[in-house]
T-cell receptor, first 114, second 111 residues
Framework: DVKVTQSSRYLVKRTGEKVFLECVQD?????MFWYRQDPGLGLRLIYF???????EKGDIPEGYSVSREKKERFSLILESASTNQTSMYLC?????????????FGPGTRLLVL | GQNIDQPTEMTATEGAIVQINCTYQ??????LFWYQQHAGEAPTFLSY????GLEEKGRFSSFLSRSKGYSYLLLKELQMKDSASYLC????????????FGKGTRLSVIA
């Protein structure tokens, strides 16, 4: 079974803090993704990565950065958290080969910025 | 641009059949996915269509018409545990391009 884990299920931070969200997958997937999910807006792609040390901007990268130093780990960084970054953050991974190349999601981190 | 439309909410009765529609306009097409997401949990993969027609998997079926840019998810013999959001997603091309997701349809199953 594919397993995608995220470092925290719930997180409370203060405005201006630097926040690290960690994601680890155990299926040797090449591709990893970070989304945020808000009511009425659906899933929005923040950043994704096709390989180690590689990153691509998604639809809403402003205020975020990412790091992929190892294949299994993809980190999302909020350089200076703001209240409008309060959201559910979902990490996903997918293989580069195969019929489906389905994205598998982690359990999510619900972040509250005060 | 990329656009995926699905109804925001639906309600259906336990034991009944419900059809959730999805229409898409994307820059290309290389497969359509349906995911189920229970409240507070992560989306989980339900089905995949890349050719026209119906794919059946137990109580769930998914249909695709590429010429019409249209798909539906059919849920039979509804159970209370089927209350969830259902997300339609399209892969725009054959590479590693991320999926484009619709905003989801929240299905409530009532007794």
């Amino acid at each position: 079974d594919v397993k995608v884990t995220q470092s925290s299920r719930y997180l409370v931070k203060r405005t201006g803090e630097k926040v690290f969200l960690e994601c680890v997958q155990d299926m040797d997937h090449e591709n990893m993704f970070w989304y945020r999910q808000d009511p009425g807006l659906g899933l929005r792609l923040i950043y994704f990565s096709y390989d180690v040390k590689m990153k691509e901007k998604g639809d809403i990268p402003e205020g975020y950065s990412v790091s992929r130093e190892k294949k299994e780990r993809f980190s999302l960084i909020l350089e200076s958290a703001s209240t409008n970054q309060t959201s559910m953050y979902l990490c996903a991974s997918s293989p580069s080969r195969g019929k489906f190349k389905t994205q598998y999601f982690g359990p999510g981190t619900r972040l509250l910025v005060l | 641009g990329q656009n995926i439309d699905q109804p925001t909410e639906m309600t259906a009765t336990e034991g009944a059949i419900v059809q959730i529609n999805c229409t898409y306009q994307t820059s290309g097409f290389n497969g359509l996915f349906w995911y189920q997401q229970h409240a507070g949990e992560a989306p989980t993969f339900l089905s995949y269509n890349v050719l026209d027609g119906l794919e059946e998997k137990g109580r769930f079926s998914s249909f695709l018409s590429r010429s019409k840019g249209y798909s539906y998810l059919l849920l039979k013999e509804l159970q209370m545990k089927d209350s969830a959001s259902y997300l339609c997603a399209v892969r725009p091309n054959s590479g590693n391009t991320p999926l484009v997701f619709g905003k989801g349809t929240r299905l409530s199953v009532i007794a």
